[in-house]
């Protein structure tokens, strides 16, 4: 009896931290995610792809795991793809005026501007 008394506690301990790591998806996504980018514009895309790598919008930001590329690569390619940036980061390393100025130079033109140019 003890011994079904004392599994029982391990067994509901166990649960409890389970349930409180979980979390919601939302806040577990932001943890893994890895890079983070701040579109200036309302993005269009819930979801989008530079190379091989995936971004997911939460919270008006693109979040995406850890990949091969250097973080200024996907920066540019991240731009060129929903437009300007107004804040990246990876891990801990968040770009400086400067980089991010070298990023959005070949950013996608918003809507307005791409109109106006024609």
């Known amino acids: 009896m003890i011994r079904l ?17 979980a979390g919601p998806a939302e806040a577990q ?4 995610a890895f890079y983070v980018a701040t579109p200036e514009a309302a993005p269009a895309a819930a979801r989008t792809m530079t190379r091989a790598t995936g971004w997911t919008l939460r919270d008006g930001r ?8 250097r973080p200024a ?6 731009a060129r793809d929903v437009g300007r940036l ?6 801990d ?3 400086d005026a400067d980089q991010l100025a070298k990023c959005n130079r070949r950013a996608k033109a918003a809507p307005a501007t ?5």
């Open 73 to 78: 690569l996907l920066c540019d390619l991240l």
């Open 5 to 21: 008394l004392s599994l029982a506690a391990a067994l509901a301990a166990s649960a409890a931290s389970l349930t409180l790591a």
């Open 114 to 118: 791409a109109m106006a140019a024609r």
């Open 93 to 95: 390393a968040t770009f």
């Open 62 to 69: 693109y979040l995406a795991a850890r990949a091969p590329e």
């Open 29 to 32: 996504a932001a943890r893994a």
């Open 86 to 91: 107004t804040s990246f980061s990876a891990g």
